[in-house]
């Protein structure tokens, strides 16, 4: 009897540590399964049962089916969920600054867009972090463009669309209430459906996300004015996250973080290839007259202005992404100025010019004749008196 109550009490101590410390993330996303982020979840799902020999699992629900962003933030606060792979602008809550990459128009290529994520993203993870959220890096959306099922080529022209926009955004609201747009606001769920019952016509997305949810498949036109820069990340609450032992913090944060990244890099590509695609399914590319880009420019300005007025990103972190642009353009321009020269040079020099530079003794005879200022000053006084 004591050999069996010894047993037992080993027993316990060896299996309590063990079921106190098993932690189940929740995980929703819109994002469906077989798409790229998914497969990268789940890749880093089965790394992290092994690594800590299954005190960590990850359950992933996809397709949006725990309901759209409002949804899964209120499941998120209760506990029942523990985190989401979830669009930045969900996030504007605990962090308003974060929504700064979000200004209409800003961005004019990728190479901008390089230049300030190398320097902001970790300003925008520290202060998610600084408001209960484990993130492990931000995951590129790229730029969203206006898809349309008739031709969209001023803010006149999309004022007449049924623009879908997506629900609880108050940023992109503002957006569209400076442009005097009057969009139809659903949960990303509810995109595909609206499209098939025109309930609505036009959309702004990303070409991947438009390909990935089949929202190509009800569109016509596209218009060229990449119109506003998107980002995603993965986020777990503290209260989530902060169940794990230090050991196992370190091996999920380094496992999700690898993953993350794996996400972005490949969002890059696929955004590039997307845009090809949706002309290959026979999506017509709409470009704006230069009068028409101005103008929207213009609104897009006003529409920052705004923003900031409002409180939805402060003036302090668009001053310092507009320093960082400001300084990218600024080396693009001397480039371009400098490949300019270095090419007049060349061609002036395959039409037969060339640089003639004296030789030696010839420098030092100009040199010779030419007399310095003081004595050229002495010389004129004696010939003034000798006269």
């Known amino acids: 009897m004591k050999k069996l109550l010894l047993l037992g009490a080993v027993l316990t101590s060896v299996l309590a540590p063990i079921t106190q410390a098993a932690t189940t993330f929740k995980i929703a996303t819109a994002y469906p399964n077989g798409t790229f982020p998914l497969i990268q979840l789940h890749n880093a799902a089965a790394d992290i049962k092994e690594q800590t020999q299954g005190r960590v699992k990850i359950k992933i629900y996809p397709g949006g089916v725990k309901g759209g962003n409002d949804s899964v933030l209120g499941q998120i606060r209760k506990g029942l969920l523990s985190g989401a792979l979830i669009e930045g602008a969900a996030l504007a809550p605990s ?47 790229g730029f969203a463009y206006p898809m349309t099922n008739s031709p969209a080529a001023s803010v006149a022209d999309l004022q007449k669309q049924k623009l879908w926009l997506p629900s609880g955004d108050a940023l992109v609201e503002k957006v569209a209430s400076v442009m005097g747009i009057s969009p ?88 590039v290839s997307a845009y090809e695609v949706l002309m290959n399914q026979g999506v017509e590319v709409v470009t704006p007259t230069a009068e028409q880009i101005i103008a929207l420019a213009d609104d897009a300005k006003r529409s920052t202005d705004q923003l900031i007025k409002a409180g939805e990103f402060s003036q302090e972190i668009f001053d310092q992404m507009k320093s960082i642009v400001d300084g990218q353009r600024a080396k693009v321009k001397a480039d371009k100025e400098a490949k300019v020269k270095a090419k007049a040079a060349k061609a002036l020099m395959n039409q037969g010019g060339e640089v003639v530079v004296p030789k030696a003794e010839k420098i030092t005879a100009l040199v010779a004749g030419v007399k310095p200022l003081a004595d050229q000053k002495k010389s004129n006084a004696e010939e003034q008196r000798a006269e």
Do not use: C, H
């Open 95 to 141: 962090f308003t600054d974060l929504q700064v990459y979000y200004a209409p128009m800003f961005f004019k290529n990728y190479d901008e867009v390089d230049a300030v994520r190398e320097i902001m993203d970790p300003v925008i993870e520290a202060g998610l972090a600084e408001n209960g959220w484990n993130v492990f890096g931000l995951i590129e959306g």
């Open 184 to 271: 139809v606001f659903m949960g990303i769920s509810e995109v595909l459906t609206g499209l098939s019952t025109n309930s609505i016509n036009a959309i702004v997305a990303p070409p991947v996300a438009a390909i990935t949810l089949q929202w190509y498949s009800k569109v016509k036109y596209l218009t060229d004015v990449p119109f506003m820069y998107t980002y995603a990340t993965l986020a777990i609450s503290d209260k989530a996250f902060g169940k794990l032992s230090d050991e196992d913090k370190i091996i999920v944060r380094k496992i999700l973080t690898k993953a993350v990244d794996l996400i972005d890099k490949d969002s890059r590509v696929g955004n």
